[in-house]
């Protein structure tokens, strides 16, 4: 069984950075490609950023191109979401999420997740 714990949201001003933090445990981790979605009050869960266990072939959803990146340490069990030039748009709740292949950008097809950490962004 995969467990993940997100860390690292708050509340920060309009272009403000953060580093956002998931760590897993259970399984062998490399094998799992993971994801970061997002979801605002009264929204669906958007995808945010996915990586494949290798750390290659990050994807990234079209609001966060060039200002988000992901990368994975299998060796620390962590996958990190470096978030720059913060807007009020990306205010949410951000949850990561694990599946056992390639990346996808639909969260129907992530099998795991964990519990989320608020981002909120004043203007």
């Known amino acids: 069984q995969v467990q993940l714990v997100e860390s690292g949201g708050g509340v920060v001003q309009t272009g403000v950075s953060l580093n956002l933090t998931c760590e897993l445990s259970g399984p062998p981790v490399n094998m799992y490609a993971m994801g970061w979605f997002r979801q605002a009050p009264g929204k669906g869960r958007e995808f945010v950023a996915g990586?494949?266990?290798?750390?290659?072939?990050?994807q990234y959803g079209d609001p966060v191109k060039g200002r988000f990146t992901i990368s994975r340490d299998n060796a620390k069990k962590t996958v990190y979401l470096q978030m720059n030039s913060l807007k009020p748009e990306d205010t949410a709740v951000y949850f990561c999420a694990a599946r056992s292949t390639w990346v996808s950008i639909r969260a129907s097809e992530y099998r795991y997740w964990g519990q989320g950490t608020q981002v909120t962004v004043s203007s």
């Open positions: 990586v494949a266990w290798s750390g290659l072939n990050a």
